[in-house]
């Protein structure tokens, strides 16, 4: 099926176009500067762009007719509040009215749960929005939902903030209100399952996890998923506007999408439209373990199996694993880039020989140390080595790493760490050519949980500065030192 996908570059459509592109459809991302899209090159060859911005009509005049289906996950939340009603009003017509001079037969619009009389600004334009897609010639299926929960979502992140920021947190009333999320895998799931369903045509669903929830609860429960303890006072005299600062000032957040989002924790997101489970089942993820998966895993493309599982026994797609990207919110990130002027193929063998007997090639010693202080403290160490001197393939372990991507025709090694830390951290190596001049990539990534993670990074930062650097160069130079020991023997 050819399908058009809106909001590619976006939180849910990043995640949603490698399981589409993996479903054999014909992917065309409508964006407005393809220059500003983040995919992999592997996925970038697999779908096709169309330049446009969806405020700019005349931008939309050469649309392909022979498109069959269309996502719309376009929203103007962290535009100003005097504004980002009009815009949505605009986008969502000018999409209608381009839309319909092709052959598109099904609309899918994930909006936000709306079954409240009086709803707040921010749900009240994606409803209309859904009014305004409903008069197109394609049959809409609107999909609502509440607060989706996974690694690197605007509300995950938020509410990682406060938990991990705040032991006690004096906090607004509207904390009392009730919530029903619902895990990104779910989302993803019900998106892609749903598209050319006839039945769901003209329909709305809600979506929404097994678990319904005071926000308090979900910050409660967050913390205990992550073993922090955390206490929460609610108090009734914090107006919207103070609740926005607070918002702003404790995370990460705009104050704009912080106005729209406590504006819009006054209205109960429970589901009630209910259906999609019988077109598309699926088993529902509590919130519990939705956010202990986000805490496993990366910010993948599709939320899978656990990363720690062995790759053969999960249900993971080979061609998936290509898209696996490493998140940056909330991180430290330790990057090195260099240049080298010997064979490719070497280098990538250098890099595939990481680990095991061979070792880490710079400071080995202080590598064993890391590996006995782990074990000491229950963790794996370096005791598993690796299942080839030379090979690797998605879901090895790798001593205390666990390998996710390993392709050696992208030159691209992924691992994440399994050793006991106080946070998640990702070593990646990355070969490739620009301007006719081989470079490596080497990037460190560290996700602190809360303060502890913070400290164990600064405390380990003069080491880093000294082994990363001194691994990447050695990795480049090694066959050569080998060959010069050789020729000096």
């Known amino acids: 099926?050819?399908?058009?996908?809106?909001?590619?570059?976006?939180?849910?459509?990043?995640?949603?176009?490698?399981?589409?592109?993996?479903?054999?459809?014909?992917?065309?991302?409508?964006?407005?500067?393809?220059?500003?899209?983040?995919?992999?090159?592997?996925?970038?060859?697999?779908?096709q762009f169309y330049e446009a911005d969806l405020l700019k009509p005349e931008q939309l005049q050469d649309l392909p007719k022979d498109i069959e289906a269309s996502y719309y996950l376009v929203h103007s939340l962290g535009s100003s509040s005097s504004s980002f009603q009009q815009m949505e009003k605009d986008t969502s017509q000018n999409f209608v009215d381009a839309i319909n001079k092709t052959n598109c037969q099904h609309i899918i619009y994930l909006s936000g749960i709306s079954n409240d009389d009086s709803l707040s600004k921010h749900l009240s334009s994606r409803k209309n929005a859904e009014t305004i897609l409903a008069q197109a010639n394609a049959s809409l299926t609107v999909l609502r939902a509440a607060i989706i929960i996974g690694s690197g979502g605007a509300s995950f992140e938020i509410i990682r903030d406060l938990v991990e920021k705040l032991p006690v947190m004096i906090a607004p009333k509207w904390l009392r209100t009730r919530c029903q999320p619902i895990a990104i895998k779910n989302v993803i799931n019900y998106l892609s399952g749903i598209i050319g369903k006839e039945k769901s045509y003209g329909k709305i669903y809600d979506i929404g996890g097994p678990d319904i929830l005071t926000y308090k609860e979900m910050l409660l429960t967050f913390a205990k998923a992550i073993g922090l303890k955390r206490y929460i006072i609610t108090l009734p005299i914090l107006t919207p506007r103070l609740s926005s600062y607070w918002l702003h000032f404790v995370t990460a957040t705009s104050y704009k999408i912080a106005s729209s989002l406590v504006d819009s924790m006054r209205n109960e997101v429970i589901v009630e439209k209910k259906g999609i489970e019988d077109?598309?089942?699926?088993?529902?993820?509590?919130?519990?373990?939705?956010?202990?998966?986000?805490?496993?895993?990366?910010?993948?493309?599709?939320?899978?199996?656990?990363?720690?599982?062995?790759?053969?026994?999960?249900?993971?797609?080979?061609?998936?694993?290509?898209?696996?990207?490493?998140?940056?919110?909330?991180?430290?990130?330790?990057?090195?880039?260099?240049?080298?002027?010997?064979?490719?193929?070497?280098?990538?063998?250098?890099?595939?020989?990481?680990?095991?007997?061979?070792?880490?090639?710079?400071?080995?010693?202080?590598?064993?140390?890391?590996?006995?202080?782990?074990?000491?403290?229950?963790?794996?160490?370096?005791?598993?080595?690796?299942?080839?001197?030379?090979?690797?393939?998605?879901?090895?372990?790798?001593?205390?790493?666990?390998?996710?991507?390993?392709?050696?025709?992208?030159?691209?090694?992924?691992?994440?760490?399994?050793?006991?830390?106080?946070?998640?951290?990702?070593?990646?190596?990355?070969?490739?050519?620009?301007?006719?001049?081989?470079?490596?990539?080497?990037?460190?990534?560290?996700?602190?949980?809360?303060?502890?993670?913070?400290?164990?990074?600064?405390?380990?930062?003069?080491?880093h500065e000294f082994i990363f650097d001194g691994m990447m160069h050695s990795i480049i130079k090694h066959q050569e030192n080998e060959k010069e020991s050789a020729a000096m023997e």
Not at 3 to 32: D, F, K
Request: glycine share 8%.
């Open 279 to 463: 077109i598309v089942p699926q088993e529902l993820i509590t919130y519990s373990e939705a956010v202990k998966m986000a805490f496993d895993r990366i910010a993948q493309n599709e939320v899978v199996s656990s990363w720690k599982d062995a790759f053969a026994s999960s249900k993971i797609s080979p061609e998936l694993m290509e898209f696996v990207q490493v998140p940056t919110h909330g991180c430290f990130v330790d990057k090195r880039t260099s240049a080298f002027e010997r064979d490719r193929s070497e280098v990538l063998q250098n890099i595939w020989k990481i680990g095991g007997d061979k070792g880490w090639y710079y400071w080995n010693f202080l590598w064993k140390i890391r590996g006995n202080l782990d074990k000491a403290v229950g963790g794996v160490g370096l005791r598993r080595g690796r299942r080839s001197p030379d090979q690797l393939i998605a879901g090895d372990s790798l001593d205390f790493w666990r390998v996710l991507v390993a392709d050696k025709e992208e030159g691209r090694l992924l691992l994440i760490a399994e050793m006991r830390l106080p946070g998640e951290a990702w070593l990646e190596f990355k070969i490739s050519k620009e301007n006719g001049e081989n470079k490596i990539t080497q990037t460190a990534t560290f996700r602190p949980h809360g303060i502890f993670g913070r400290l164990y990074w600064y405390s380990t930062y003069l080491f």
């Open 1 to 47: 099926m050819k399908i058009l996908l809106t909001g590619a570059n976006g939180y849910i459509g990043r995640r949603l176009l490698p399981v589409l592109v993996m479903q054999g459809h014909e992917v065309i991302c409508l964006v407005r500067d393809k220059r500003r899209i983040k995919l992999e090159d592997k996925l970038i060859k697999k779908v």
